[in-house]
C-alpha cells in the first residue's frame, strides 16, 4: 500500500471529530438541510483526505440512490457517504458530491447547527 498524502486546506475548514484531518471548507457547503441516521447532515460539492468503500443501492427520503461510504484517510473514521448515481431525475444534482454527518466532523457550525451536534452526540452515547 503506497503512502497517503493529506492535503491541507485553508480557511474555514470541516474536519474529522477524532484526529482533525481537513475535510472539506466551508464555501463547498451546497445544503445544511440533510439528515443521516445519527442527525443533521451537510452536502457538500467537494471533500479530501477521504477513501471509499464498496457502492451500494439505498433507500434514502429522497428515492433509491447508488451510494458509497466515505473514510477519514487519517483514522478510517466513517465520515459520511458520496453519491454516485441517483436514480431519480431531479435528484441528479446530488451525483459526485458528499455528504458529511454533523457529529463526526468540526468546524465553523452555525450555532443551531452546534446544539443539533450535540443532542446527535448524546443519542448516540
Known amino acids: 500500500m503506497g503512502r497517503v498524502f493529506i492535503v ?33 447532515a451537510y452536502l ?30 487519517g483514522c478510517g473514521l466513517n465520515v459520511g457517504w458520496k453519491y454516485v448515481t441517483a436514480h431519480d431525475v431531479s435528484q441528479k444534482y446530488k451525483e459526485g458530491k458528499s455528504v458529511l454527518e454533523l457529529y463526526k466532523i468540526v468546524g465553523p457550525h452555525d450555532s443551531n447547527d452546534l446544539v443539533c451536534q450535540q443532542v446527535s452526540q448524546l443519542m448516540i452515547q
Not at 18 to 39: A, E, Y
Not at 44 to 73: A, L, P, Q, W, Y
Request: glycine letters at 8%; one cysteine or more.
Open 8 to 40: 491541507d486546506l485553508e480557511g474555514k475548514v470541516y474536519s474529522c471529530i477524532h484526529c482533525k484531518t481537513n475535510l472539506t471548507k466551508d464555501q463547498d457547503i451546497m445544503s445544511k438541510s440533510f439528515k443521516s441516521r445519527g442527525g443533521q
Open 44 to 73: 457538500f460539492s467537494e471533500v479530501v483526505n477521504v477513501s471509499t468503500g464498496n457502492k451500494e443501492d439505498r433507500m434514502m427520503i429522497t428515492g433509491i440512490h447508488s451510494v458509497t461510504n466515505i473514510f477519514c484517510v
